[in-house]
T-cell receptor
Framework: GAGVSQSPSNKVTEKGKDVELRCDPI?????LYWYRQRLGQGLEFLIY????????KSGLPSDRFSAERTGGSVSTLTIQRTQQEDSAVYLC??????????????FGPGTRLTVL | QKEVEQDPGPLSVPEGAIVSLNCTYS??????FMWYRQYSRKGPELLMY????GNKEDGRFTAQVDKSSKYISLFIRDSQPSDSATYLC???????????FGAGTRLFVKA
């Protein structure tokens, strides 16, 4: 079956512009995660969705970052007034419901964002 | 201090060598310990996970968790050039949703 897909794969934008990054999770996965990976670094947790709800948004770096999920499926990460420090790969992952048991997160290929 | 510490390397070994990759952590609530492999310009893929302490073996890969020392390891036996990638440790608490990743160790296996 299809894995997690993300679009666009690459995005180059000018400082100050807004960008939208899209994630299509694996069908049936109720949990969805966004991470940021700066060059040569590990993954930084941004936000998690259970269904359409985001119980914890504390990982979002600033109020320029927002995310939503509709229909328990597709999610969009929006960055307003982009800054050069926002340049990174943005990864999305999905899993079955999380909680006390382990559920593997499946990652998409990421969106490489470059802010000039 | 970061919650999870991992030496970024790079680590270069000859083909056939045994590779040891390690992470330390500070949060005693972590119960799930994972190792991911990430090839260049790809998303991470899960190699193995372990719940609580102990060892787990899968083919050429062995994961070890020592909760008393807050130390986890991944061993790769008979390493192959195709094992060249970045290896990320990750962990989370039981009942939690937030997974904390290490910085990743870049591994090069030379033919």
């Amino acid at each position: 079956g299809a894995g997690v897909s993300q679009s666009p794969s690459n995005k180059v934008t000018e400082k100050g512009k807004d960008v939208e990054l899209r994630c299509d999770p694996i069908s049936g996965h109720t949990a969805l995660y966004w991470y940021r990976q700066r060059l040569g670094q590990g993954l930084e947790f941004l936000i998690y969705f259970q269904g359409n709800s985001a119980p914890d948004k504390s990982g979002l770096p600033s109020d320029r970052f927002s995310a939503e999920r509709t229909g328990g499926s597709v999610s969009t990460l929006t960055i307003q007034r982009t800054q050069q420090e926002d340049s990174a790969v943005y990864l999305c992952a999905s899993s079955f419901v999380t909680g006390s048991s382990y559920n593997e997160q499946f990652f998409g290929p990421g969106t490489r964002l470059t802010v000039l | 201090q970061k919650e999870v510490e991992q030496d970024p390397g790079p680590l270069s070994v000859p083909e056939g060598a045994i590779v040891s990759l390690n992470c330390t952590y500070s949060n005693s609530a972590f119960q799930y310990f994972m190792w991911y492999r990430q090839y260049s310009r790809k998303g991470p893929e899960l190699l193995m996970y372990t719940y609580s302490s102990g060892n787990k073996e899968d083919g050429r890969f062995t994961a070890q968790v020592d909760k008393s020392s807050k130390y986890i390891s991944l061993f790769i036996r008979d390493s192959q050039p195709s094992d060249s990638a970045t290896y990320l440790c990750a962990m989370r608490s039981a009942g939690g949703f937030k997974t904390i990743f290490g910085a990743g160790t870049r591994l090069f296996v030379k033919a």
